[in-house]
């Protein structure tokens, strides 16, 4: 038994009281797990860790499924280390194996409600009341509170695009774990700045038209324009002059078109518009 009465070690005995009616009130990880188990033994630490950090705002109940087989058998586990997130009486969550701490941390993040979050949307309302320093100031000051809650960075960086600090959002994004950098989020934001580093000094939408109207096969007006519309979030015209350009210049500074394209689908997500375009991208290069 842990001193803290956050760690607890659960029989059947103390179920009933210290996880399902506990979890009335509090997020309970129920962690099952055996002496022979090593990835269990590997897992512990880590779960052991962060009901430390995070003091209070979960339980860690323990099982130990050689001594408490029934308990095992109410909850189908048929593999250690197996962990079960319950909320209100219900399993809301789980896994199983030896998760690293990044990946157990968004399972909680999920769950619980930091203190974090609710100053992070406390700073939003501020920003978009214009109250813009400040509320940037409050962002910073909450991350070096909790360095762990991983919606800050990103919306920083977003402050920080809308801010026109495109140096600063991509230092922040490029900071972030492998896996976040290469989520569709993030992949998102960083195309966000590629377009808006080359859009500074861009022509009118007028003169880009003109050009093209005067020489339909004006790559540098055509790639140009669709970078203006892409800035505008009128995305389906600057998929349109990407497409145009790729079927009749593909190679236009080493294969720019194909790249703001699939930098665009990356902007979007997963759409009906991105499906669409892709297919016809597909089409016109093969």
């Known amino acids: 038994m842990s001193s803290n009465n956050y760690i607890i070690d659960i029989t059947a005995d103390n179920f009933e009281t210290d996880v399902m009616a506990a979890s009335q009130d509090t997020l309970i990880m129920l962690d099952f797990w055996a002496t022979w188990c090593g990835p269990c033994q590997a897992l512990m630490p880590i779960v052991t860790q962060l009901a ?3 003091a209070g705002a979960f339980t860690l109940a323990k099982i130990d499924i050689d001594q408490n087989q029934d308990l095992a058998s109410q909850f189908s586990v048929r593999g250690v280390p197996t962990v079960k997130f319950i909320k209100q009486g219900h399993v809301v969550d789980e896994f199983t194996g030896a998760l690293p701490d990044s990946e157990i941390r968004k399972f909680l993040d999920k769950h619980i409600n930091k203190e974090s979050d609710k100053l ?38 977003e402050l920080m ?10 230092e922040v994004l490029e900071s972030l774990s492998y896996e976040v950098r290469h989520s569709e989020q993030v992949a998102a934001m960083l195309a966000k700045i590629e377009f808006a580093a080359t859009s500074a000094d861009l022509p009118s939408e007028t003169e880009l038209l003109d050009r093209i109207s005067n020489n339909s096969k004006d790559s540098q007006a055509r790639y140009q ?16 002059q990407l497409l145009e350009l790729i079927k009749y210049d593909r190679q ?3 294969d720019a078109p194909r790249k703001a394209m699939l930098k665009i689908f990356d ?20």
């Open 52 to 54: 430390e950090e995070y």
């Open 120 to 157: 992070l949307d406390a700073a939003i309302v501020q920003y978009e009341a214009g109250e813009t320093e400040q509320a940037i100031k409050a962002i910073q000051d909450i991350s070096a509170q909790d360095p762990h809650n991983a919606r800050l960075p990103l919306v920083y960086s």
């Open 161 to 170: 695009i809308r801010e026109a600090k495109y140096d600063v959002a991509k």
């Open 225 to 240: 324009l669709s970078t203006f519309y892409t800035m505008e979030g009128k995305y389906e015209p600057a998929l349109e």
């Open 252 to 254: 236009y500074e080493d």
């Open 267 to 286: 902007m979007l997500g997963d759409s009906e518009l991105v499906h669409s375009y892709r297919r016809k991208m597909m089409a016109s290069l093969y």
